[in-house]
């Protein structure tokens, strides 16, 4: 499929791939072509136009030209080098010289270029605009800094799939008559679009989006900025601390930029994250919720003594998985020696769910990625609330879809109006809750070949189907000539004209027929849309990479050793490469190094959870613990890498490490344990310094390293049959809204909220209430009154409740599973 | 012994010591000035009308400072060491006929304290004592520059007082009496009698002998402020170290005093205009003493002992020499 | 005792004085051979006491004790006058006329000081511009070099003429309000324009590139 060949650029023979744009061939050979607006796994925007380099003798934009092979570029010519002077200066007009408070603060690509070009005086003019700053919330645009590279546009609609913002009109001035004439072409171009556009959100004043913050990051000048960090800091003062993000399972690589608090305090604090944007985009919660730390004045000497004593009481340890993979060996080894059994149910579930999917595949782990789910052109998502259980997966899917011609299906009880707003080439299959097994059953049906599939299952599957005859109304399409007038770039002088041509058009005309046609009866039993047989051909066309994102209501689902053993059938069977989504930070590490118990004994310790003894890294219990952007460790992520992360922030007070000490191990610092995780199957016994944290120019990923793939005895293939009735009547949902994840996004100053249940506009209309109203919730188990929220990124009638908050305790409404059946009475 | 004459002689006791002590401060105000007009400065200026209430300020000062006594010294003796140089000072005065009697009413006043016979013996002998001052407080202060400045001021003092004896000894047998009274009425002829005349060699030994003695530029060896700090007053403060200083002017106008007696013709006939003349002398010498300070750099140590035994001694034993053989003739 | 008339004698010189180079118009002071026997250091001891060199210093001290021609500046109440490149304590400079602070809280000066003794808050103000919250410079460890109202954009650091370093506390030096020039001064023009380090030279239009404008 992808061939290595060779091609010269400057002379250099340089290997790369078939199809690869040349700007990112040359980057990863260390080539330098300088270069806007273009993105690395986005589109090539061709606003800027000044990678403009000469292949085979022909000016391309080295961003969207593709390499052949044997081809010869060069990237600097007399022409390329005064096309490039005059793009700068054109950029240099009217770009107010405020350097002084611009927030970039010397990280700006336009004063980088303007000295790399050399641009030392200017030879064109036009009059400015008044452009008043706009203030959207979390982030802060000002248009009278903006260049237009449209880099926010490119990565708002290719990465994060929000596409929430667009050029809207400048309204300026024409340029100059004799400019034209007598400019290099493409400047004079370049300029003629940057003259007539802004920035601005797709629809109504304010930005309307999943506030990720990444128009932000790619900002090459001060334009898009963070609110909250906008002229708090010098960037130059800050000191950039490389780390993995604690909040999700993806395990993004951030840097937390940290300095002294103020002039008289100099305890240093988190300004801002960070991220390498070309090859990682973070989502609002990692971007803003940052300051999460536990700040401590020194060690409690009486506290850590009551919590030894807790700790010489206690049979059991609740924690949560937002703990490093060392912290989790300490936990696995305290169980060694004390037996303390360790509770955490959601670790657990996945742990459940890994080993009977083991029972199938005769693997410990997936096969799949992120990076292969970026890589496909096909993806499935079933059992999760995507947007909000880990944001870069749905990125991923976005991505895939977006730049690979691609296509998707997204299973979810909650019809969710982002995922159907990446392209109209998702289809969004809104089921009941409990039903997932059929959608499982139904990638089975749709994608293995039956013959195959042990007979039971294909015996089974073949009992869905059946046919019957309908009358179809069939389209036939026929080719007319017409002419029409378009607009068209001339290439010579860079303006629009409007040229006639003629153009082949296709007419429908529409013809009804009766046609035999297959019914299945799992699409039924997924409430999936009429002609969802149709538009699944569609979007199966030319597909090749198939990826399925299995999510944390399998893991919980009453049947989730079944839809284990089923997920484990669908990537035996079919092209699908699968990925799960771990519920929490490192749920997957936890699952994989801590021997996890069901049932709870008398006296528990708590580990940022409910407990008779609470350790917290939120501060609230009765001895404080660092939080993880205080503490050295590594973390496993969905990626199935064990990424470092650095200690942004310090902190005085005692450790899980501390404790354990105390209790009979032996470690000076909690990182000693690093090198022990190589004990636990499929880890390495690698020291934490020998971890590395960054990525290559050519966007390899050189973070930590990737846990090894284990196999253990596969039991056969047998799955049981759907047994489970759908879930019916008004039901609730457990899930965090945009931007949250656990108690630690919502310590977070930007990020702080209370709490609230969720809802759709749907379902305030029906049940009567309006933002702020309260509700009395009742489920099987349990009641509970709580505030409405309006989110309007969801459809449908399910309201969901959130874990972030801990004066709401959501998951006592909840048996597990993460959808429950519930009444809602106003009060 | 009747009242009146213990009440004289308290009463010259307090006066001695008090004219002193406070030419002793006056001193260090003129020295400054001196020095500073000689430099074309200004010298004290803001403490009283042209400075002059400085001296209070010092002495306040000097009276009111902490007086440190550092752990490592030896306590008494480094606690004495300064009194024996301000003593032996004073003492040293006792001998001095600073003017003619005179009478008030019809009661005859000897502005003299004691009127011994071996004045300048016992001058010689006091001013010898006085060496124990550095001497002691330099050993005691247990401080290394401290040290070499006492080895130094033995060095110096032992050999200079050689100096001091035998240039006296020419002018001694001359007047054939040891004391200073005896000296004056010698010279009471007029100018032309003064010793210094007679015995000019004699007279720059001497005072030669007394830029020694006081420990004065181009002697100021044991207390050099560029080499070893202070000296034997290093660790010293407040009014010890104060005691010091008084001694070393002190010192330094009772050498003038000699000096103006001994061959400068003293009070003269014993007249006011003698008096006066007699203050005019020594406020010379003492200028003088300034003014060597403001043009002349130190000498070496061991030039200065070099110029003591190889050069001054013979001079002087010459001298005595030749006087006698004039006397013989 | 100029003795170096000729060339060769010049060589010579320059080779007795280690090969550097000296100016030709040095000349040795008194290099007569130390004497050896007694009567020679006798007679060098003679003749030393009686050059009349130490009278000739007498002398001149006494000369100039009586023409009395004082150099003292009487400090406190005369003051000598501060050439406008001395740097002293820091002083924040306001925009005449308006009294605005010309401070922009670009952070150059915190950047550039080489004692790192400068910090700075900044946040946004209610007027959406950048406002310098707090300032200081820690003056125990400022060095003076000038960097900082060197590299200002704005001359708004500059080094007063406030060379006289005594208050009962530090603090009077670092607090913002403390070096900015009083409002009042400001508008009435009475704040002067600093001359000195980093100050805007005389041609300066003359070296700057202008930029075409289009109104």
């Not at chain 1, 932000?216 to 963070?226: D, E, F, I, R, Y």
């Not at chain 1, 051909?537 to 209501?553: H, I, Q, T």
Request: hydrophobic share 40%; charged share 20%; proline share 4%.
């Amino acid at each position: 499929m992808e061939q290595h060949i060779t091609i010269t650029i400057d002379g250099r023979e340089i290997q790369t791939q078939e199809g690869e744009f040349i700007l990112n061939a040359a980057r990863a050979n260390g080539i330098f072509i300088p270069a806007i607006c273009y993105l690395t796994r986005c589109s090539p925007t061709l606003a800027c136009r000044i990678c403009l380099v000469e292949a085979d003798g022909k000016q391309v934009y080295a961003c969207n030209a593709k390499a052949k092979a044997g081809m010869n570029v060069v990237t600097t010519t007399e022409n390329i080098l005064t096309e490039r002077r005059a793009i700068m200066e054109v950029y240099d007009v009217n770009h107010p010289l405020e350097c002084g408070v611009c927030d970039q603060s010397g990280e700006c690509e336009l004063q980088n270029y303007t000295l790399e070009i050399g641009v030392d005086s200017q030879s064109y003019s036009i009059k400015d605009t008044h452009k008043p700053a706009q203030d959207w919330g979390l982030i802060h645009y000002d248009p009278a800094l903006c260049i237009v590279c449209e880099r926010c546009v490119t990565v708002c609609k290719d990465m994060i799939g929000d596409a929430a913002l667009k050029t809207v009109a400048r309204g300026s001035d024409a340029i100059h008559g004799e400019y034209k004439a007598n400019m290099p072409k493409d400047a004079y171009a370049m300029w003629n679009k940057l003259n007539k556009s802004l920035i601005g959100p797709s629809e109504g004043d304010v930005l309307d989006c999943t506030n990720c913050g990444e128009c932000t990051a790619v900002c090459p000048v001060g334009a898009l900025v963070s609110s909250d960090f906008q002229y708090r800091s010098n960037a130059w003062e800050l000191r950039s601390i490389p780390a993995t993000c604690a909040h999700c399972s993806a395990g993004c690589q951030l840097m937390y930029d940290v300095k002294h608090t103020s002039i008289s305090n100099s305890d240093e604090m988190i300004y801002r994250v960070k991220n390498e944007w070309n090859y990682v985009s973070l989502c609002g919660a990692g971007r803003y919720g940052f300051d999460f730390e536990n700040r401590v004045a020194g060690k409690d000497e009486a506290a850590f003594a009551s919590a030894l004593k807790a700790f010489k009481k206690a049979d059991t340890i609740r924690f949560t998985s937002t703990i490093t993979n060392e912290e989790a060996l300490i936990l696995r080894e305290l169980k060694r020696l004390h037996g303390y059994k360790l509770i955490n149910p959601e670790a657990k579930a996945l742990q459940d769910f890994l080993g009977a999917y083991g029972t199938v595949s005769g693997q410990k782990l997936y096969r799949g990625d992120l990076k292969k789910v970026h890589e496909s052109d096909f993806v499935v998502s079933i059992g999760s609330a995507l947007k909000t259980d880990n944001p870069n997966a749905r990125f991923a899917m976005n991505n895939a879809i977006t730049m690979n011609k691609g296509a998707g299906l997204y299973f979810h009880p909650m019809s969710d109006p982002v995922i159907d707003g990446m392209s109209k080439n998702v289809l969004s299959i809104v089921h009941a809750p409990l039903m997932e097994e059929a959608a499982l059953y139904l990638m089975l049906d749709l994608f293995a070949p039956k013959a195959q599939l042990p007979k039971a299952i294909a015996d089974y599957l073949a009992g869905f189907h059946s046919t019957k005859t309908v009358t179809i109304e069939e389209s036939v399409k026929e080719d007319v000539i017409e002419k029409v007038m378009v607009k068209k770039l001339n290439e010579a002088t860079g303006v629009e004209e409007e040229v006639e041509e003629e153009k082949k058009k296709s007419v429908t005309k529409k013809v009804s027929k009766e046609v035999e046609v297959d019914e299945n009866a799992l699409l039924k039993l997924l409430s999936a849309p009429e002609n969802f047989k149709e538009s699944l051909d569609k979007l199966l066309a030319k597909k090749e990479r198939f990826s399925l994102m299995v999510g944390p209501d399998l893991y919980t689902h009453p049947n989730s050793k079944n839809l284990a053993r089923l997920c484990a059938l669908v990537e035996k069977h079919t092209p699908f490469e699968l990925v799960m989504i771990p519920s929490l930070s490192n749920s997957l590490g936890v699952a994989l190094i801590c021997p996890l118990d069901d049932a709870a004994g008398s006296y528990a310790i708590g580990y940022n959870t409910q407990g008779d003894f609470i350790l917290s890294a939120l501060g609230s219990g009765d001895l404080d613990m660092p939080s993880l952007n205080q503490q050295e460790g590594t973390l496993t992520s969905i990626d199935k890498r064990v990424n470092p992360t650095n200690a942004a922030l310090a902190y005085h007070g005692y450790e899980l490490n501390d404790i354990a000490n105390a209790l009979g191990l032996n470690a000076h610092y909690t990182i000693d344990y690093t090198p022990r995780l190589g004990e636990v199957e499929g880890y390495l016994a690698l020291s934490f310094d020998a971890l590395p944290n960054h990525f290559t120019n050519s966007g390899e990923e050189v973070r930590g390293y990737l846990l090894e793939s284990l196999t253990c005895k596969a039991e056969g293939e047998e799955v049981a049959p759907i047994r489970l009735e759908a879930m019916e009547g008004p039901m609730l949902y457990l899930a965090n809204p945009v931007l949250h994840f656990s108690p630690f996004t919502n310590a977070a100053h930007q990020l702080k909220s209370s709490g609230a249940l969720y809802a759709s506009d749907a379902f305030m209309q029906r049940y009567g209430v309006q933002e702020g109203d309260t509700v009395q919730i009742t489920t099987p188990h349990g009641t509970l009154r709580v505030a409405v929220a309006r989110d309007g990124k969801i459809e449908g009638e399910i309201p969901y409740l959130p874990t972030f908050d801990t004066n709401l305790n959501s998951e006592a409404l909840f048996n597990g599973y993460r959808f429950s059946t519930a009444s809602f009475q106003k009060v | 012994m009747d009242m009146a004459f213990i009440i004289e002689t308290v009463v010259k006791i307090v006066v001695i010591l008090l004219v002193f002590s406070a030419l002793a401060g006056f001193g260090t105000y003129f020295e400054r000035k001196v020095l500073a007009f000689m430099q074309r400065r200004l010298g004290p200026m803001h403490v009283g009308p042209y400075g002059l209430l400085q001296i209070a300020a010092d002495g306040i000062k000097l009276f009111t400072k902490e007086d440190i006594i550092p752990q490592n010294v030896v306590k008494p003796i480094f606690q004495i060491a300064p009194v024996i140089t301000a003593a032996t000072a004073f003492m040293a005065a006792a001998a001095i006929p600073f003017m003619p009697s005179f009478t008030i009413g019809d009661y005859t006043v000897h502005p003299i304290v004691a009127d011994i016979n071996i004045g300048i013996l016992y001058i010689l002998g006091v001013m010898g004592a006085g060496l124990y001052g550095p001497l002691l407080g330099g050993l005691a202060s247990a401080n290394k520059w401290s040290l070499i400045s006492t080895a130094r001021a033995a060095a110096i003092f032992i050999s200079y007082e050689v100096i001091t004896g035998l240039s006296i000894l020419a002018p001694l047998m001359m007047v054939g009496s040891l004391s200073l009274i005896d000296f004056n009425t010698y010279q009471a002829g007029g100018i032309g009698n003064w010793i210094v005349w007679s015995q000019p060699v004699a007279f720059i030994l001497f005072v030669i002998a007394g830029f020694a003695e006081t420990g004065r530029t181009p002697f100021h060896l044991v207390a050099n402020d560029h080499e070893i700090i202070d000296g034997f007053g290093t660790e010293y403060s407040g009014m010890r170290w104060g005691l010091f200083f008084i001694g070393e002017y002190a010192n330094m106008f009772f050498i003038s005093f000699v000096t103006a007696i001994l061959f400068l013709g003293g009070y003269g006939d014993g007249s006011l205009l003698g008096a006066l003349g007699l203050l005019l002398k020594v406020s010379f010498l003492f200028f003088f003493f300034l003014w060597t300070r403001a043009a002349w750099p130190d000498v070496r140590p061991d030039q200065l002992m070099w110029l003591c035994w190889k050069v001054l001694m013979p001079i002087a034993v010459i001298n005595i020499v030749i006087t006698g053989i004039v006397m013989m003739v | 005792m100029h003795t170096h008339d000729t060339h060769e004698q010049h060589g010579h010189g320059e080779s007795e004085l280690g090969n550097r180079y000296i100016s030709e118009h040095y000349y040795y002071v008194d290099i007569a051979p130390y004497p050896t026997t007694p009567w020679g250091k006798f007679s060098r001891a003679l003749k030393r006491t009686l050059r009349g060199e130490l009278f000739v210093g007498l002398w001149v001290v006494l000369r100039e004790m009586f023409k009395f021609d004082i150099h003292t500046v009487q400090y406190p109440k005369e003051k000598l006058l501060v050439g406008p490149r001395y740097r002293a304590v820091h002083a924040m400079q306001r925009l005449f006329e308006s009294g605005t602070e010309r401070c922009i809280g670009c952070g150059l000066c915190e950047k550039i000081c080489i004692s790192n003794c400068i910090r700075m808050e900044t946040r946004l103000d209610e007027k959406s511009r950048k406002e310098v919250s707090e300032y200081t410079i820690n003056l125990g460890r400022c060095i003076f070099c000038g960097y900082c109202a060197e590299v200002c954009p704005e001359l708004a650091i500059v080094h007063g003429p406030r060379y006289e370093n005594v208050s009962e506390q530090r603090a009077h030096y670092i607090d913002y309000a403390g070096m900015l020039t009083p409002i009042d001064m400001a508008i009435s023009g009475e704040q002067k324009e600093f001359d000195g380090f980093g100050a805007v030279t005389p041609h300066e239009d003359a070296r700057v590139k202008q930029t075409p404008l289009a109104y």
